[in-house]
């Protein structure tokens, strides 16, 4: 498939996913939505691949939705078009990803960060949902993702003024997993997806859904999910794998069944 808003490159199991707009900072248009729809869909769909990396430029991961596409839209054309929906089928994704973040990541930058399973950050990273100062609000999912990820007194801070949130602070609000200097950020990124490329895919799958419904819903039920998740997990081979492979005392190799 050919792209024309981000480049895709395979690093062995392992997809690497920059988005490709530097004129704009690489702004979320319909383009690059329709684009991102089309690869996570790909990847999804693609055995061979098993984790996927999604990154921007080194001064911006994306500082935005495309303002001057929606300058022009109003109440009836946004409602009409539903716009911002697609990005439910990059929240759908069932493999896991990671976003890695350098620059800016403001406003849809930092939905569309927040929508991966994780963020590793670069020391110069930026969080930021400025939407406000364009007379709207988080339209993505960030009143919604952040409140999640840092706790309301932050996240209601960070909507209400736009400030930014540099790397050190959203470590320390728990908002990405890890910093790491900027110049290290896509190495480190792939050296993480390739371990979870190399784990047995289907105990993937069951930890994103675990972790995931640990936000729809209530710890008992959470609880009640995770543990049939875990039973389901011991129909596979590569339980029987992955046990027999601890006690032989050797590494287990996976077949994903
Ligand atoms: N949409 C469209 N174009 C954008 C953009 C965006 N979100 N962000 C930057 N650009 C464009 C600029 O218009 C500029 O293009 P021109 O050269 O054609 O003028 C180019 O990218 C470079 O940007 P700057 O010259 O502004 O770069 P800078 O280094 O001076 O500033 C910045 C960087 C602080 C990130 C600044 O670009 C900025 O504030 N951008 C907008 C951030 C923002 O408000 N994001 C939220 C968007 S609304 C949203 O996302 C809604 C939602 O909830 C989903």
Redesign the pocket.
Same mark, same amino acid.
């Given at each position: 498939m050919t792209y024309t808003t981000v480049i895709v490159e395979q690093h062995d199991a392992v997809t690497l996913v920059r988005l490709n707009r530097p $004129? *704009? +900072?690489n /702004?979320l248009n319909s383009e690059v939505l329709g684009e991102l729809i089309q690869l996570f869909a790909a990847y999804d769909a693609d055995a061979s691949q098993r984790c996927l990396v999604l990154t921007g430029s080194e !001064? *911006?991961f994306a /500082?935005? *939705?495309?303002? !001057?596409e929606?300058q022009p839209k109003d109440f009836s054309a946004m409602y009409v078009e539903n716009f911002?929906a697609g990005w439910e089928r990059v929240t759908n994704t069932r493999k896991p990803w990671i976003a890695a973040v350098a620059g800016?990541a403001?406003?849809?930058?930092c %939905?569309l960060a927040m929508m991966s399973d994780f963020i590793l950050a670069a020391d110069t990273a930026k969080f930021g $949902?400025? %939407?406000i !100062? +364009?007379g709207? *609000?988080?339209?993505?999912g960030?009143s919604q993702r952040l409140t999640r990820a840092v706790g309301k007194a932050k996240a209601m801070e960070m909507c209400l003024t736009g400030r930014m949130m540099d790397a050190a602070e959203a470590e320390r609000a728990s908002l990405v997993s890890r910093v790491v200097p900027a110049a290290e950020l896509v190495d480190e990124a792939l050296k993480v997806a390739a371990q979870i490329a190399a784990m047995p895919p289907l105990a993937a799958l069951a930890c994103k859904e675990m972790v995931n419904a640990a936000f729809e819903t209530g710890l008992q039920q959470g609880v009640v999910f995770e543990r049939r998740l875990f039973h389901a997990l011991n129909a596979t081979a590569d339980k029987v794998e992955g046990m027999t492979a601890f006690v032989d005392k050797r590494p287990g190799n996976w077949t994903g069944r």
């Open positions: $004129q *704009a +900072l /702004a !001064k *911006a /500082a935005g *939705a495309d303002i !001057k929606m911002f800016y403001l406003g849809g930058g %939905e $949902q400025p %939407e !100062k +364009l709207v *609000a988080p339209g993505m960030g």
